[in-house]
């Protein structure tokens, strides 16, 4: 939800026109709020944020819709979470 200067909630049309000028005065492509949706979510899963967070924050009704949708991240969350996990495993410098 996006609120107003004085915390009101913003109309979905007025808030729609000010990520348009957003958008364009930081010379970026259109943008639809959906969009950004994406990207937190994508943001989060990459950063490490496990999937059940991320699907209480998109209030996704289980974790499997949530999985579904960003099957294409997951894969680099493993890796980079396995990569943390060997991290932590002792090595042996006399090798």
């Known amino acids: 939800m996006f609120t107003g200067e004085r915390g009101a909630p913003l109309n979905p049309p007025r808030g729609l026109c000010w990520l348009r000028v957003i958008a364009n005065d930081a010379g970026l492509l259109p943008i639809r709020l959906h969009d950004l949706r994406h990207c937190a979510a994508t943001f989060a899963?990459?950063?490490?944020?496990?999937?059940?967070?991320?699907?209480?924050?998109?209030?996704?009704?289980?974790?499997?819709?949530?999985?579904?949708?960003?099957?294409?991240?997951?894969?680099?969350?493993?890796?980079?979470?396995?990569?943390?996990?060997?991290?932590?495993?002792?090595?042996?410098?006399?090798?």
């Open 45 to 95: 899963l990459t950063a490490g944020t496990d999937i059940k967070v991320v699907q209480a924050m998109l209030g996704h009704k289980n974790q499997s819709n949530t999985a579904d949708i960003y099957t294409s991240v997951l894969p680099e969350v493993a890796f980079e979470a396995a990569e943390r996990t060997a991290a932590l495993i002792p090595r042996s410098s006399n090798r």
